[in-house]
């Protein structure tokens, strides 16, 4: 698996090779055909991401600054709302995580949700950007969801397309249908009885509008990097738990530190492909384990 090297500010991202397109490509490609007004009536909308998460924080790998903070500062406030409430503490609020991808930004939206037991609700460029005529609809569905649920998780991914600079939103759909997301936001903000978290997660801060980063709004940052050594073997270990192996304590800590700048999605995915190619080597369906070497070979 082969990464690129991104240096910004004083972070260095290191990612696998791929292509990222932003949303606005699958406009580009609408327009190359003709298709008329009803060919989007006929479509399914898509419906919105809304589950009960069953992850937790202990879940994530590392980041113990980060988690004991957001156990302090978002979640131990909705297990005794009482006291909060005496303090006039906020409920709730903004935060925005960023970093490079698959270092685990979605698994901790969901784990506080968890946490909170809190209905967790994406809300992605695809829902923004979706069929013309139908995104106001769909945003309107989703917040009168919102206004139903005693406590809400509200997750933005790819933050960088939903809260950038006015200049670059390129799209007009985007002109047209962001501000009528950022007014909802805005109101959740200003409602602070109101107990839902918005989080916002970017793997390109860069992007995002500073004015949306003032108090009162995404006021909490947390910079969620790749994964140090020690933390590198958690996530190996979290990945083969519930797998055969023959791989010793030392074989483990010998991958993590040849895995340095990996993310917890590419780990994943190494596990998963070392699974596959025990499952292809199969001869003894009795003794069928994940060894080193194909851990060696996924990577």
Known sequence: MELREIKKDKYTYKVTKQRVYGPGVTNMVLSLFKVGDDFYS?????????????????DVAGLGDVKRFIYQRLI?????????????????????????????KTLIA???????????IEISPSVILGYPGEAEKRLERIFSRLEKEPRAVVFLDEAEWILCRREEQTSSVMQRVIPVLLSQLSRIFK???????VIAATNKPEMIDSA????????????????????????IKMYLRDREHRLTDMQISEIARRLEGYSGADIEQIIEE???????????????KITVEHINEAV
């Not at 131990?76 to 906020?90: G, I, Q, V």
């Not at 409602?191 to 978290?197: A, E, F, N, Q, Y």
């Not at 070392?274 to 069928?288: I, P």
């Open 191 to 197: 409602d602070k009885s109101k107990p839902i978290i």
């Open 76 to 104: 131990a406030p909705f297990e005794d709302e009482e006291l909060a409430s005496k303090l006039r503490l906020r409920v709730g609020g903004g935060m925005l995580l960023f970093g490079p991808p698959g270092t685990g």
């Open 42 to 58: 006929g479509l399914d909308l898509y419906e919105v991401d809304e589950l009960f998460p069953q992850y937790r924080l202990e």
């Open 110 to 120: 969901m784990a506080i949700a968890n946490h909170i037991q809190a209905k967790f």
């Open 274 to 288: 070392a699974a596959f190619l025990a499952f292809e080597g199969r001869r003894d369906k009795q003794d069928v």
């Open 212 to 235: 949306f980063l003032r108090p009162g709004r995404f006021d909490k940052l947390f910079y969620i990097g790749l994964p140090d050594e020690s933390a590198r073997v958690e996530i």
